[in-house]
């Protein structure tokens, strides 16, 4: 079984702080890790993904995710928040030892970036 | 690439009638995703296709909800009869793979469906 927790619903960060949106995972497995944004009245959109190597991992937007496996984390984030950065943030994780083609949304985080 | 392309954008129909829900993939993706998101139940899984064929349907509803896939390049969701509680943003996605894993998965903008 797979699944994914993300324990905060909200959070707010003054612009030009550094922002963090938490995601846990649990997995038989190995991870894949997956962060998306929603903005309002869109699809998501893919942000980054960790598979294997290197536990940093860079994406869009200046975004980055730290993989961390004795905590079983993926925490997303990012050195300066941009008002810009305000939307729903999605952690998914699908376990590859599971040959499955589905991966298992978190319930979201909404960000909020002031100005 | 125009990405994932669903229609209509918005579609309000009156409760017991049918609602057809369209999506085309991403070239070359060979899974396709639905999906249902609302306030109260978060983004939902309602079912996924490989290379055409249904993997898993254990997120559709019940009998009224119907999806089918008949080529590489188009998918259609059926709800029949529609009710007001299927209101909801629907989202098709794709995703690429390698050796039979998904990777990330590519969101068309997604269907407002209201049901008066």
């Known amino acids: 079984a797979q699944s994914v927790a993300q324990p905060e619903d909200q959070v707010n960060v003054a612009e030009g702080n550094p922002l963090t949106v938490k995601c846990t995972y649990s997995?038989?497995?190995?991870?894949?890790l997956f962060w998306y944004v929603q903005y309002p009245n869109r699809g998501l959109q893919f942000l980054l993904k960790?598979?294997?190597?290197?536990?940093l991992v860079k994406g869009s937007y200046g975004f980055e995710a730290e993989f961390n496996k004795s905590q079983t984390s993926f925490h997303l984030k990012k050195p300066s928040a941009l008002v810009s950065d305000s939307a729903l943030y999605f952690c998914a994780v699908r376990d590859h030892n599971t040959n499955a083609g589905k991966s298992t949304f978190g319930d979201g985080t909404t960000l909020t970036v002031k100005p | 690439d125009a990405g994932v392309i669903q229609s209509p954008r918005h579609e309000v129909t009156e409760m017991g009638q049918e609602v057809t829900l369209r999506c085309k993939p991403i070239?070359?993706?060979?899974?396709l995703f639905w999906y249902r998101q609302t306030m109260m139940r978060g983004l939902e899984l309602l079912i996924y296709?490989?290379?055409?064929?249904?993997?898993?349907d254990s997120g559709m509803p019940e009998d009224r909800f119907s999806a089918k896939m008949p080529n590489a390049s188009f998918s259609t969701l059926k709800i029949q009869p529609s009710e007001p509680r299927d209101s909801a943003v629907y989202f098709c996605a794709s995703s690429p793979s390698s050796q039979g894993n998904s990777y990330e998965q590519y969101f068309g903008p997604g269907t407002r469906l209201t049901v008066t």
């Open positions: 960790y598979i294997t190597g290197d536990n």
């Open positions: 296709f490989n290379n055409n064929v249904p993997i898993d």
């Open positions: 997995v038989s497995g190995n991870p894949y």
């Open positions: 070239s070359g993706h060979d899974y």
